[in-house]
């Protein structure tokens, strides 16, 4: 039996990437999959459920009171995909320790939970065999040619300890004050800030980036030969933005694994996507230097 609990937000629907996602955390079967959701999220979970014929048991939803909504100021009737940056998506964020934290309190016989974003997927459970229990594993960000450490707050092993849940609890109270402030920083920014507080007791270690890949990898793993695919359990498409794009990526990894023809056009269409984003960002940096 799996001792793996997956854990996720789902505010809003969260179109093919997030379905992808979902799919492949609940194809795995995993003991439980928690999550916290709104009305429209909550719709959408269960038509990706039952279009896929996917276990509903393993199912533990969270729920969200409404006072939180109205402290963080999130409108939950949003029926779309929130894009990465803008306020309303900002603005869900600290929901995620919100989650964690009632997660290892409801399920305090878990050893541990993994957190997961709905643009990654999970071609394998994580091996929790090989983690250790005061320990906080996240997905490695760090900079090419940085010393100073950098985490990806999309993929995250919590292990079940008081400690943790105390800080845990902590960050979220962390990340809500600065954007009850009117600093609108979301959760990784949030959480690489708060770990170098001198009140964060726990250690923090990253996940092997060769099993756990990143969204600016991409390309670099499509071009590469099969023998190194094995060794990928999930993959984040967080340096794409929307549906669209996301989709794309994550087809393309799934595409390479099966050894399926997708990939090529996938890879193409990566080589455009990045050319595409590059001219916004830079229409964006002349428009706000004109002002």
């Not at 090989?130 to 990806?152: A, G, M």
């Not at 809500?176 to 708060?194: M, Q, R, V």
């Not at 050894?259 to 996507?273: D, E, P």
Request: glycine share 4%; with cysteine.
């Amino acid at each position: 039996m799996s001792t793996t609990n997956f854990v996720a937000l789902i505010i809003g629907n969260l179109g093919k990437s997030g379905e992808m996602s979902l799919k492949s955390m609940l194809e795995l079967n995993p003991n439980r999959f928690c999550y916290l959701s709104d009305e429209v999220g909550q719709k959408w979970v269960n038509s990706v459920v039952k279009r896929y014929k996917l276990n509903e048991k393993l199912l533990c939803k969270h729920l969200i009171k409404q006072n939180i909504y109205k402290e963080l100021k999130i409108n939950n009737q949003i029926n779309k995909h929130r894009e990465f940056g803008q306020e309303s998506f900002i603005r869900l964020t600290p929901l995620k320790w919100l989650l964690i934290s009632q997660t290892l309190n409801k399920h305090k016989s878990e050893k541990f939970v993994v957190f997961s974003d709905l643009d990654v997927i999970w071609f394998s459970l994580p091996n929790l065999n090989t983690v250790k229990r005061n320990t906080v594993y996240i997905q490695n960000d760090f900079r090419p040619k940085s010393n100073k450490r950098y985490y990806c707050t999309g993929i995250m092993i919590w292990p079940q300890t008081t400690q943790v849940r105390y800080e845990v609890k902590k960050l979220y109270a962390f990340q809500k004050s600065l954007i009850s402030s009117g600093k609108l920083i979301p959760d990784e920014t949030a959480f690489n800030l708060y770990i170098n507080q001198k009140s964060f007791k726990s250690k923090v270690v990253a996940l092997n980036k060769s099993e756990y890949v990143i969204g600016h990898k991409t390309r670099k793993i499509l071009k590469e030969n099969n023998k190194s695919l094995h060794k990928i359990q999930a993959y984040h498409a967080n340096y794409f933005t929307g549906d669209v794009q996301k989709t794309i990526a994550m087809k393309s990894l799934l595409s390479k694994k099966r050894k399926t023809a997708y990939w090529v056009f996938g890879l193409v269409a990566i080589y455009g996507i990045k050319v595409s984003n590059k001219i916004v960002l830079n229409l964006n940096n002349l428009a706000g230097r004109v002002r």
